[in-house]
């Protein structure tokens, strides 16, 4: 991932982050061995942070891995809340459900194992946070079935769209992936169900508040 902020500010961003548990730290280690990719401590806070900020009880993750960002959520929603977990790999289904069990948020969360964008058509109800952080050729596609999926004053969040620095690059004709998030952003900042912000934190961390 190329740097998104200049290196020695990511690096001071970074020495700040407080501690994490053992729980969470055990995650990190595995992502960075196995090549996994999570959304990171610092994004993860900025994600935890507007849940409670929105008092979140109803969320729904669009890709969610080993379940680094389920955890972060899990813990922002209390233990009144629902996380909906969901990864295409039953291997990493599993992997995520012993992580929250021993971070004792197992309770919060339910893990759907499949497409997520399936996956969200097929669960019932509104939600208060969408956190989209599938395949980046469906961001358009989720961008369309989440935004009428959130309840008025929620938030739709999107991982990686800065792309490692080439969304504000011109995209070449075969760089699809890249075209796609372009799109996507012009797309979330024009949408008039939105207001958008882009936060240029690690990959680009896009927050879109629903405002009808």
């Not at 992580?99 to 004792?104: D, K």
């Not at 990959?203 to 629903?210: F, P, R, S, W, Y």
Request: hydrophobic residues 45%; charged residues 25%; aromatic residues 8%.
């Amino acid at each position: 991932m190329a740097a998104i902020v200049e290196a020695k500010t990511a690096k001071y961003l970074d020495a700040l982050l407080p501690r994490r548990d053992a729980v969470v730290r055990e995650m990190e280690r595995y992502a960075a061995q196995h090549h996994v990719p999570i959304v990171g401590a610092a994004c993860s806070r900025v994600i935890y942070q507007l849940a409670r900020a929105i008092g979140a009880r109803r969320v729904f993750e669009m890709g969610s891995a080993i379940g680094y960002s389920t955890l972060w959520l899990a813990r922002a929603v209390g233990p009144r809340g629902v996380v909906y977990y969901t990864d295409s790999d039953p291997a990493n289904a599993e992997r995520a459900r012993n992580y929250l069990r021993r971070a004792g948020v197992l309770s919060r969360v339910r893990i759907l194992v499949g497409d997520a964008l399936e996956l969200l058509k097929s669960t019932d109800g509104k939600f208060d946070l969408i956190f989209n952080d599938v395949d980046k050729i469906q961001y358009p596609a989720a961008s369309r079935l989440a935004v009428p999926r959130l309840r008025v004053g929620g938030l739709f969040i999107s991982d990686n769209v800065l792309w490692s620095g080439w969304a504000a690059r011109p995209a070449s004709k075969d760089d699809v992936e890249t075209q796609v998030i372009q799109k996507f952003n012009r797309m979330i900042y024009r949408s008039p169900k939105l207001f958008t912000t882009i936060i240029p934190l690690r990959d680009g961390l896009a927050v879109c508040t629903k405002e009808q």
